[in-house]
């Protein structure tokens, strides 16, 4: 990547990085693999500072759910509410739990799609509805999508397949990350980028460690 100052106008995208994924799976899938897929640089009004965007998507796999976490550079991003861009806080010592940072692929996976939390079916949930926690100490994130199971989820992207339990048979709810070559987006991670003139004179290789 070239050092080079277009790298902070606004619509900017950097290159970042493939991620192996741990998925709890029916079925193996060795080139399954999670994609954190560069960082989209925005002018948000709220906020004076920029705005970065990372989507998140799956491939080549079929599964039950993913887990997964990553840690990023508070040196250069924080975790920001994806709406207005102002940073996530939270007392010393505590975990975020609502998700602000998240914003949910609704194209692909509709509100509710996920259990959250508490595995509650919330008809206008004000967070997106995922299991995870932030750590703002540490700088990392937890994040995990398994799709409901206590109702039927109108996606292209979740199928409910029969499965022979102990004493019953079920509908097991699986993510379809395999139906094209891409994968499925689950969404993007909103970051307040607090260093954006250091942020763009990173090498190529000292960006894959920005979030990894």
């Known amino acids: ?3 080079n100052k277009k790298l902070l106008t606004i619509g900017a995208v950097f ?5 192996s994924v741990a998925v709890f799976a029916a079925q193996q899938a060795t080139n399954a693999t999670l994609t954190f897929s560069g960082i989209h640089i925005v002018k948000n009004q709220s906020s004076s500072s920029p705005q970065g965007f990372i989507d998140i998507s799956l491939r080549n796999i079929e599964t039950p759910g993913i887990s997964f976490c990553f840690e990023y550079d508070k040196r ?3 975790l920001s509410d994806a709406d207005t861009n102002q940073p996530i806080a939270v007392p010393t010592g505590a975990e975020d739990h609502d998700h602000k940072y998240f914003k949910q692929n609704t194209d692909a996976f509709p509100i509710n799609s996920f259990v959250d939390d508490n595995n509650i079916f919330n008809p206008d949930p004000v967070h997106p509805m995922v299991i995870g926690a932030a750590n703002l100490d540490r700088s ?3 994040m995990t999508f398994i799709p409901r199971s206590d109702y039927m989820v109108n996606s292209e992207y979740i199928e409910y397949k029969n499965v022979d339990g102990d ?3 079920y509908d097991q709810p699986v993510i379809l990350a395999n139906k094209t070559q ?5 969404g993007q ?3 307040n980028v607090v260093d954006p003139v250091g942020l763009a004179r990173l090498s190529e290789d000292e ?5 990894k």
């Open 76 to 78: 250069y991003i924080q």
């Open 189 to 191: 991670i909103s970051f």
């Open 1 to 3: 990547m070239k050092r």
């Open 140 to 142: 990392c994130v937890i």
């Open 207 to 211: 960006l894959k460690d920005v979030v």
């Open 15 to 19: 290159a970042f990085i493939l991620m």
């Open 182 to 186: 891409d994968g499925v987006s689950f």
């Open 167 to 169: 004493s019953v048979s």
